[in-house]
């Protein structure tokens, strides 16, 4: 029997003994989860303890630099945490027991005895090896880069936090997507639209003299999933953040993050040249704002070398952008494009556009507007999509953009931060919505054309690739505000690494990082996480249901809001409920959205029989009496459903209580607490939804669902001008 199976066998019994014995005497030291999933804790199992640290008593690493530093640094803190010993390191790699190496380095003694696969290891990949040289085992990380040896030495780290069997690493892992960003919503006055961690960690007051040690963390916890990239401002962009007086700011922030791989962005506000630069127009064809952006560009590549490149929000909800000038989204961002050329920076043009002055469907009008220009845009910019049509919401199908521009690089967008998801109040785990999107098939080159495969670029052979995701990092202590939302930034990390991850291994992964490898605590909570997204669509927007949410802030149900200056900014006009019935027709016979998809899928969105259930009234109107498929009328299934998401919050809070001898009590009481307000908040959306559509349905509540406490006014009359992360006025 192995080691590692009888260590698993001991640690059951161990368990088995504890829950039923000593539980009411373990104590776990308390964390306030700064450390996110690199606690590097103590290993208490000697046999695993020794086994691991004895390749930390004789590391050997070639070459010298500030990457290089990093990696020595992280495997000092490492051993530190887990062994509680310092690191021995050797010069001659024939006696090391690991070997951290690239190729430039790599000795031939070792390319005859493990030759390296360099071409699949790729420019940010690395392999790691466990192998056997002269009677002695040894672990071998290699890669092309001295990142992909950062990002393998996290790797390796990974698998001894996770108490995985090192003999049998035999790994060789590469990014499947180029840019993989965290976009930050981050304001220069340190507000972040939709943050709910607290205000932004960038302290522009003191860049550049003063870098917070948060910085170097953020990098590392970035690092560690494999993110390589950050765009520290806002998409609502403020010209400012372009004037010198910025730049060295961003400069120094680049400067930290540059030895972790982390390339830094910034968002460009296309009225810039007018606001800052003293011109008259910012027409994307004017000979002077092109030099003016050109200029500008070069300013800032002067200072980081090695900037990433501009995010840009154009033409929606009031922003400015190229329309205002009578041009259309490939003149602007061409011409950005143009101006980044030369450094080798890249222009990532958001898809997000809707505008007041068009009356079609809000969920057609980034196809309508960006299709047509498939194969016009320059190859240095890509189009970044969010991953629905409309915002965002707890479920949306996919947006119909994937796999609709072949000739044109798309990039998925994500949001972290749960905007519509309950903000950092709600335990829900986000991969598994990720998953979902990503997993979804277009059929744009036949059946299996998944997202995934627009994303990754395989589908129509793309030169650029990337993921953005909104952060929900903030001031807060544990970064997120839930401890449980650090998942889905890690979880969007190792997604943006590799879109085919599936939501469960990832669940497995962070579980065991951040809380304990006790199969008894992953067993149960596994489940737990994957159910949590669900839950949230069923207390909130089930079957299809979209943008319910409260005006502003978006904190709580507002179905009943229709008085708001655009049309389209009113939940009324998207659940379209009445004396008929309930839904959005996106039929042919309603708005047509489900032409934007191909013909396969568009065929099943467009009959109710053959919509998924799920997003039944995302593409339909039904009569309030339409029979489901379990035989209830959809009045009735409605109804359960809001309450299958309260029953499933009530059992989150159970099974979080048999949780309490796996975890550290500060964090056990943080997320009871939480999961209190998210059973509280969860029955108001069930109430107050339930009766506002009665009014339309006529129908009573059926049996198995209370009745709500108070009345439909009441539930209207409910104001909070002060819930967090609200876009501010500027
Ligand atoms: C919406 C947010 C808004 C953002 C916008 C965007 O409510 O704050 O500015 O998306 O993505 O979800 O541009």
Redesign the pocket.
């Known amino acids: 029997m192995s080691i590692f199976l009888r260590n698993l066998i001991v640690r059951y019994h161990a368990l088995l003994i504890l829950s039923f014995i000593l539980v009411p005497s373990i104590s776990l030291n308390a964390e306030n989860g700064y450390d996110l999933w690199l606690r590097y804790s103590y290993i208490n199992d000697s046999e695993i303890r020794e086994n691991y640290s004895q390749y930390f008593n004789k590391i050997n690493i070639s070459g010298e630099s500030e990457t290089l530093v990093v990696i020595k640094n992280e495997l000092l803190r490492a051993s530190k945490g887990m062994f509680n010993k310092k690191v021995l390191w050797e010069n001659d790699h024939l006696k090391a027991k690991l070997i951290i190496v690239n190729k430039e380095n790599y000795p031939k003694q070792l390319e005859k005895n493990v030759p390296q696969d360099w071409a699949s290891i790729g420019e940010e990949g690395f392999s790691i090896k466990y192998v056997k040289i002269n009677d002695n085992y040894k672990i071998i990380i290699a890669g092309n880069s001295e990142i992909g040896l950062l990002y393998g030495t996290f790797e390796l780290l990974k698998q001894m936090q996770m108490q995985n069997d090192l003999s049998r690493l035999n790994i060789i892992e590469s990014p499947k997507t180029d840019i993989r960003l965290l976009n930050h919503?981050d304001n220069l006055d340190r507000t972040v639209?939709?943050g709910y961690a607290g205000f932004s960690i960038w302290n522009w007051h003191k860049l550049p003299e003063y870098i917070d040690p948060r910085y170097e963390d953020y990098a590392r916890a970035n690092a560690s999933i494999g993110i390589n990239g950050t765009v520290l401002t806002n998409?609502?962009a403020n010209a400012l953040v372009l004037e010198p007086r910025y730049i060295e700011k961003v400069k120094a922030l680049a400067d930290v993050f540059r030895p972790y791989g982390i390339k830094v962005y910034l968002t460009a506000r296309f009225s810039a040249p007018i606001e800052i630069g003293g011109l008259e127009t910012a027409d994307p064809l004017d000979e002077n704002v092109k030099n003016w952006w050109a200029t500008k560009t070069a300013e800032i590549y002067k200072e980081i070398p090695d900037f990433g490149g501009f995010l840009v929000?154009a033409n929606?909800?009031g922003q400015p952008g190229p329309q205002n000038y009578g041009r259309n989204h490939a003149d602007g961002a061409n011409m950005l494009a143009d101006a980044v050329a030369p450094f080798g920076g890249v222009i990532m043009w958001?898809a997000?556009v809707y505008s007041e002055h068009d009356p079609t469907d809000r969920a057609k009008q980034a196809y309508s507007e960006f299709v047509p220009y498939d194969g016009q845009f320059r190859d240095n910019v890509i189009i970044q999509v969010?991953n629905g049509a409309i915002?965002?919401q707890p479920r949306e199908p996919f947006h119909p953009m994937f796999g609709a521009m072949p000739k044109t690089p798309l990039m998925m967008e994500f949001?972290i931060t749960q905007?519509y998801l309950g903000f950092s109040t709600h335990m829900v785990f986000l991969p598994k919505l990720y998953e979902e999107v990503l997993k979804a098939d277009t059929y744009r080159e036949g059946e299996g054309s998944t997202v995934a495969k627009v994303i990754d670029g395989s589908l129509h052979n793309k030169s650029i690739t990337g993921m953005a995701g909104v952060s929900n990092v903030g001031t807060d202590i544990n970064w997120t505000g839930h401890p449980f939302a650090q998942a889905n930034w890690y979880g969007y990390g190792r997604l943006a690494w590799n879109p085919y991850l599936s939501a469960e291994e990832i669940a497995e992964e962070w579980l065991k990082l951040t809380f304990s490898t006790n199969p008894n605590f992953l067993d149960t909570m596994i489940p737990m996480l994957m159910e949590s997204r669900e839950a949230v669509v069923n207390y909130m927007t089930p079957l299809g249901l979209h943008h319910l949410m409260a005006t502003g802030h978006?904190y709580g149900p507002g179905p009943w809001v229709n008085d708001l200056s655009r049309p389209e900014w009113n939940p009324t006009y998207y659940h379209k409920a009445d004396k008929e019935g309930i839904g959005f027709n996106r039929s042919e016979t309603g708005t047509n959205a489900v032409s934007q998809y191909e013909e396969t899928v568009a065929k099943n969105f467009n009959e109710p029989a053959t919509t998924p259930e799920k997003l039944l009234l995302w593409f339909h109107h039904l009569s309030w009496d339409y029979k489901m498929k379990d035989g209830n009328i959809l009045w009735d299934a409605l109804a359960l459903k809001y309450q299958e998401g309260v029953n499933q919050v009530k059992k989150m809070i159970s099974t979080w209580e048999q949780m309490k001898p796996y975890i550290d009590e500060e964090r056990f009481k943080e997320v009871k607490m939480l999961l209190s307000i998210q059973l509280k908040e969860a029955k108001w959306w069930r109430d107050a939804s339930l009766s506002y559509f009665q009014e339309f349905s006529g129908k009573p509540i059926p049996n198995g669902v209370p009745k709500p406490g108070k009345t439909l006014e009441e539930y209207k009359s409910m104001t909070y001008p002060y819930a967090p992360g609200i876009?501010p006025r500027w």
Do not use: M
């Open positions: 919503w639209e939709r998409v609502n929000k929606s909800e958001r997000f969010k915002d965002f949001q905007e978006h876009r």
